[in-house]
């Protein structure tokens, strides 16, 4: 049962740190990456050193970090296209959910629930600036909001909008397989402001 919500009303969440930078301090070799055409594509890890993701899943959990997200933040049909795993989208995305709600729930208890969000960043091509075209994009995150969702994540957290187009095309794909499902799980958007106070795109 997903409670995530019910709790909300009584208690402040909290989420983990940032995946990325912490594979960077545990200085990864080449071969761990899995040769040098995926060198910083941290899905990759899944598949060459998912005790490494696991570490950096426990850490946060051990210190006493209520959400968890998945190793998924690049997992993107779009980016993982970049780096010639792009029919991997799916696999990906279900490899690093299940994961991290295996490690999720050997920390929950009754009293300390923990849960995984579903990683999805904003990829590299925006529609706002003729990237990608909106359909293509929304077409693009159905692979990628499936694999989570089978994999057994909690909610979805589309994270770093920097285009409001790419936002709504991460979101339509994600209330479309809910519609599909006849389910619902929470959905957190966040954005990046620049230092003038608006998006990317204005």
Same mark, same amino acid.
Request: with cysteine.
């Given at each position: 049962?997903?409670?995530?919500?019910?709790?909300?009303?009584?208690?402040?969440?909290?989420?983990?740190?940032?995946?990325?930078?912490?594979?960077?301090?545990?200085?990864?070799?080449?071969?761990?990456?899995?040769?040098?055409?995926?060198?910083?594509?941290?899905?990759?890890?899944?598949?060459? #050193?998912?005790?490494?993701?696991?570490? /950096?899943?426990?850490?946060?959990? @051990?210190?006493?970090? $209520?959400?968890?997200? &998945?190793?998924?933040?690049?997992?993107?049909?779009?980016?993982?296209?970049?780096?010639?795993?792009?029919?991997?989208?799916?696999?990906?995305?279900?490899?690093?959910?299940?994961?991290?709600?295996?490690?999720?729930?050997?920390?929950?208890?009754?009293?300390?629930?923990?849960?995984?969000?579903?990683?999805?960043?904003?990829?590299?091509?925006?529609?706002?600036?003729?990237?990608?075209?909106?359909?293509?994009?929304?077409?693009?995150?159905?692979?990628?909001? #499936?694999?989570?969702?089978?994999?057994? /994540?909690?909610?979805?957290?589309? @994270?770093?909008?920097? $285009?409001?187009?790419? &936002?709504?095309?991460?979101?339509?794909?994600?209330?479309?397989?809910?519609?599909?499902?006849?389910?619902?799980?929470?959905?957190?958007?966040?954005?990046?402001?620049?230092?003038?106070?608006?998006?990317?795109?204005?």
């Amino acid at each position: 049962m997903n409670n995530f919500l019910d709790l909300l009303n009584e208690k402040i969440f909290i989420f983990d740190g940032a995946m990325g930078t912490f594979l960077q301090s545990l200085d990864l070799t080449i071969d761990d990456w899995g040769g040098p055409n995926f060198e910083n594509c941290s899905e990759n890890l899944l598949y060459t #050193r998912p005790d490494a993701i696991e570490k /950096v899943h426990t850490s946060f959990l @051990e210190v006493g970090c $209520d959400v968890i997200e &998945t190793n998924s933040f690049g997992g993107g049909e779009v980016v993982l296209a970049e780096f010639g795993i792009a029919e991997k989208t799916y696999d990906v995305n279900f490899k690093a959910a299940e994961l991290a709600k295996r490690i999720a729930n050997d920390f929950s208890t009754k009293d300390k629930p923990r849960f995984v969000a579903g990683s999805i960043g904003p990829g590299t091509k925006l529609p706002t600036l003729g990237h990608i075209t909106y359909p293509a994009l929304k077409d693009a995150y159905r692979e990628q909001v #499936r694999g989570l969702f089978d994999g057994g /994540v909690d909610l979805m957290m589309v @994270e770093t909008c920097q $285009d409001l187009l790419q &936002t709504k095309a991460a979101l339509a794909a994600i209330f479309e397989l809910f519609e599909k499902e006849k389910v619902k799980l929470p959905v957190i958007a966040s954005v990046t402001i620049e230092v003038f106070g608006t998006m990317l795109n204005g």
